[in-house]
C-alpha cells in the first residue's frame, strides 16, 4: 500500500506544478517532498514525472495513478475526521449542493446545529460529481443515479412568479400552456424548475421556444420584476412578485430534493442518521418560507 503521505505530496505537486510551491502547501521542505515523491516511484515502479523548464509534467504511470492517489488521499482524510468526530461525539461532514439549496437549506440546517461543517458549492448537474472529490453527501434536485443511496427529503412545488401587474397574476393556478404562449424565464439546462417544463412541454408537443434563462433564481426574478415575463422557479418570490404555484392539466408541477451519497461510504450509517435530520428540519422549514399569501412583502 503507498504511504498516505507520499500521496499526498504526488498530489501537491500535480496542483502545483512543481515541488517547491508543493512543499509550501504541504508546510514540509523540499528535500522532503522530493525523497516522497522518489519513493513513491520506486514503489510504483515507474517515474511519475518529467521535470519539464515549465514545471512537473505527469507520465502516463502519473496520468493513470492521480485519480486513485486523489481518491485515498481524501478518504484517508475524510477517515480521521470520522474518527475523531466518533471519539469527541461529534458527527460532521460535508455537502454539495447547488447555491440556492446551499442559502436556503443547509445554512439554516448548519446554524441549528446541524452537523454539516462545510457546503462545495456545485450546478445541479454537477453536483453529484462532488461526491468523488471530497464531498459526503449531495443534496440537490437532479435525480440522483440508481448506484448511490438516496432520501428524498422534500417536495417543492414549481412556481410561476410575476409583477402584480401581469395578466398571469390574476389566476390562481396559472398552467404551463399558457405560461408558454409569451417570453417566460427560468434557470438553465439541469435546474428542477427547466426539466419539468421540458418533460411537460415535449409530452404535450407545446414549444418552449420563448424561453429565456438566468444565472440562478434572484437573478430571473430580478429581470421578471422589471418586466421580462413570468419566471418559473422552486424558491420564495422577492422583488415583489406574486407567487402562484404552477399547474399542468389542472395538476401542480413539483420536484423533489434528495440528499445522496455513495453506498460504499465508511460511515454512511451516521450520514443517513444525518440525512434524517435535515429531511424533519427541511420539512418545516423550508414550508416557513413561503408566505401564505403568495406575494413578497
Not at 58 to 78: F, I, N, Q, S, W
Not at 214 to 242: K, N, T, W, Y
Not at 276 to 294: K, N, S
Request: aromatic share 6%; with cysteine; hydrophobic share 40%.
Amino acid at each position: 500500500m503507498y504511504g498516505e503521505r507520499e500521496l499526498e505530496a504526488f498530489v501537491a505537486v500535480i496542483d502545483c506544478g512543481s515541488v517547491s510551491l508543493a512543499a509550501e502547501r504541504l508546510i514540509r521542505t523540499q528535500p522532503t517532498v522530493s525523497r516522497q515523491i522518489a519513493l513513491l516511484e520506486r514503489q510504483v515502479g515507474a517515474s511519475l514525472f518529467r521535470r519539464m523548464p515549465h514545471g512537473m509534467v505527469k507520465t502516463y504511470a502519473g496520468d493513470r495513478l492521480e485519480p486513485m492517489a486523489r481518491d485515498l488521499v481524501r478518504r484517508g482524510r475524510r477517515a480521521r475526521e470520522v474518527m475523531t468526530g466518533i471519539v469527541q461525539e461529534q458527527r460532521s461532514f460535508v455537502a454539495a449542493a447547488p447555491e440556492m439549496t446551499s442559502v436556503l437549506v443547509l445554512a439554516p440546517f448548519i446554524a441549528r446545529g446541524g452537523p454539516i461543517s462545510d457546503v462545495v458549492v456545485a450546478t445541479p448537474p454537477e453536483t453529484y460529481d462532488r461526491l468523488r472529490s471530497g464531498a459526503d453527501l449531495a443534496v440537490t434536485t437532479s435525480v440522483p443515479d440508481s448506484r448511490l443511496s438516496s432520501v428524498r427529503i422534500l417536495t417543492l412545488p414549481l412556481l410561476c412568479q410575476m409583477p402584480a401587474s401581469h395578466p398571469l397574476a390574476a389566476r390562481d393556478r396559472p398552467e404551463l400552456e399558457e405560461m408558454l404562449a409569451a417570453p417566460f424565464l427560468t434557470s438553465g439546462a439541469g435546474s428542477a424548475a427547466w426539466t419539468q417544463i421540458q418533460r411537460a412541454a415535449e409530452s404535450e408537443a407545446w414549444s418552449i421556444e420563448m424561453a429565456g434563462f438566468g444565472a440562478d433564481a434572484p437573478i430571473i426574478q430580478a429581470r421578471s420584476s422589471a418586466g421580462h415575463g413570468p419566471c418559473v422557479v422552486v424558491e420564495p418570490p422577492r422583488f415583489g412578485l406574486v407567487s402562484r404555484p404552477l399547474h399542468h392539466r389542472g395538476e401542480p408541477m413539483q420536484c423533489a430534493l434528495y440528499a445522496s451519497w455513495e453506498r460504499t461510504h465508511y460511515a454512511r450509517e451516521d450520514i443517513r442518521r444525518v440525512v434524517q435530520e435535515l429531511a424533519e428540519f427541511a420539512g418545516d422549514h423550508v414550508r416557513g418560507l413561503y408566505d401564505p399569501v403568495g406575494s413578497e412583502r
